[in-house]
């Protein structure tokens, strides 16, 4: 199984940043996993943030309107089994539950759900 677990999210200011991580383990995890970011806000139905394929070169960001391009970042450590989501000039309708997901098909780019979720966190952006 895999165990995927979140940490870094709280609150923060319109225009700041902050850094997630997600750190994940168990038997069957492997590096060549693309792994990626959801979130949800409240009322609304969980979207796509960003994914990392296995080599963390190629990497692909939320295909909503509000796009986070260009503000996010996504990146991993393979050597520590961590991914990250560096987010930067933070907007109020950032707010959500931020979720670390992980799938076993190395090219997934988040066009569905994927294999693994982990438990979420909470991220509040305050005008």
């Known amino acids: 199984q895999v165990q995927l677990v979140e940490s870094g999210g709280g609150l923060v200011q319109a225009g700041g940043s902050l850094r997630l991580s997600c750190a994940a383990s168990?038997?069957?995890?492997?590096?060549?996993?693309?792994m990626g970011w959801f979130r949800q806000a409240p009322g609304k139905e969980r979207e796509f943030v960003a994914v990392?394929?296995?080599?963390?070169?190629?990497?692909?960001?939320?295909y909503s309107a509000d796009s986070v391009k260009g503000r996010f970042t996504i990146s991993r450590d393979n050597a520590k089994n961590t991914m990250y989501l560096q987010m930067n000039s933070l907007k109020p309708e950032d707010t959500a539950v931020y979720y670390c997901?992980?799938?076993?098909?190395?090219?997934?780019?988040?066009?569905?759900?994927?294999?693994?979720w982990g438990k979420g966190t909470l991220v509040t952006v305050s005008s």
């Open positions: 997901a992980a799938d076993r098909t190395t090219s997934w780019s988040g066009r569905r759900f994927p294999d693994y």
């Open positions: 168990g038997r069957t995890f492997s590096s060549n996993y693309a």
């Open positions: 990392t394929i296995w080599n963390g070169v190629n990497t692909y960001y939320g």
